[in-house]
């Protein structure tokens, strides 16, 4: 797929090839310690619109997770690394977090959000656990996970800490691998989310 010609926001978003994409809002620190990731199916070119929108619907149906900024600082490199690798497989520019609201791919939002998950109520010692497991699925299982998640508890607020967003968090945070695991299971091909 040729990206030179289309506009890729943030991480890996094309606009103008289908407008479902999450915003991640990073506030300045002076003034929120917290993050926010939130699904959108709809695109607003307009930046100020955007932050309108965000600032008058922080609980509406769209958040997904608010994670402490703590928290954050943990995945952020991890989540960066592994997606902008893989937009370089795919020869797209890469992305970087920022302060502001940062757009990220519909597939990339899911993952992102899944990890947050596992983390938003987790003891911040088990946050290197929740990273290698997560980095340990394939992209489809983290799908997966999260469409089903998502279905049963996915608002932020409501769906904390209940259910399915207990059991990802329980699966990635309880569950110690090594790296040696991770790399040996990405080796293998199940075959079972072969995209056709």
Do not use: C
């Amino acid at each position: 797929m040729e990206t030179q010609d289309k506009e890729v926001l943030g991480f890996g978003f094309l606009p103008g090839e289908g407008e479902h994409h999450f915003l991640v809002t990073i506030p300045p620190k002076s003034e929120d310690d917290s993050v926010y990731m939130s699904e959108h199916f709809e695109w607003d070119e307009s930046d100020e619109r955007r932050e309108l929108h965000f600032a008058l619907g922080k609980n509406d149906s769209k958040m997904r997770v608010v994670l402490p900024r703590l928290k954050w600082d943990e995945i952020a490199e991890a989540t960066k690394a592994e997606f902008n690798r893989r937009l370089r497989d795919e020869g797209q520019p890469t992305g970087q977090w920022q302060t502001g609201q940062v757009p990220v791919s519909r597939l990339f939002g899911k993952e992102l959000v899944l990890l947050a998950w596992a983390i938003e109520d987790a003891d911040p010692a088990k946050i290197p656990t929740a990273i290698r497991n997560w980095r340990g699925l394939a992209p489809e299982e983290r799908w997966w996970l999260f469409t089903m998640t998502n279905a049963a508890t996915g608002h932020a607020v409501t769906g904390r800490n209940k259910g399915w967003r207990k059991a990802v968090r329980y699966a990635l945070t309880e569950n110690p691998v090594s790296g040696s695991d991770v790399e040996s299971r990405k080796e293998m091909d199940f075959g079972l989310f072969q995209q056709t």
